[in-house]
């Protein structure tokens, strides 16, 4: 698979969610030596082209509000960047973000809205990722979410440096 540097377009949730997240992501990190990482939901992953991805983040800040996801429950996978996640239900809230970066940014990419939000970046054992997600209680009833951020990475993240070496390129509030 071929791997290069693009823009991915994230949700940041709001306190005390996202207080709470970072302190379950970072036990997690420690425990099973895997990368501290912000707590974010990607509603869209495009070229690496920064002056197009801070437009998109002002143009989907002023049409959008803040979003309210209700999580149904964390889930597991043995893809490194969704090692154990809460996953969401679709909205048409994280459908408008989505349809607004990408006709803000222009391009032609092929990105699959899954709604989630990752809690551990690690390769681990199916059995150990199915004990850990039986283990985590959802730590909200919903979550919102209430700014965006643009973030230069690699494609597809497949290790802790990859992780470690993502760039903020914007970040905006959702009114």
């Excluded at 501290?36 to 989907?60: C, I, S, W």
């Amino acid at each position: 698979m071929t791997r290069q540097t693009v823009i991915a377009y994230w949700l940041i949730p709001s306190e005390p969610a996202r207080s709470s997240l970072q302190q379950i992501i970072n036990d997690l990190a420690r425990r099973y030596d895997a990368p501290v990482f912000e707590p974010h939901m990607t509603v869209y992953v495009g070229e690496d082209q920064a002056n197009v991805a801070v437009r998109a983040l002002g143009k989907a800040a002023e049409e959008c509000t803040l979003v309210r996801q209700i999580p149904r429950g964390i889930d597991h996978s043995d893809e490194f960047i969704k090692t154990l996640f809460v996953r969401f239900a679709m909205s048409a809230e994280l459908k408008k973000i989505n349809h607004f970066i990408r006709k803000a940014t222009n391009d032609l990419w092929q990105y699959e809205l899954n709604p989630h939000l990752s809690l551990l970046y690690k390769n681990l054992a199916a059995a150990t990722r199915s004990e850990l997600a039986a283990l985590i209680p959802v730590p909200f009833s919903e979550i919102s979410f209430d700014s965006l951020q643009a973030i230069r990475c690699i494609s597809p993240t497949q290790k802790a440096a990859d992780v470690e070496a993502w760039e903020l390129i914007g970040t905006r509030m959702l009114r």
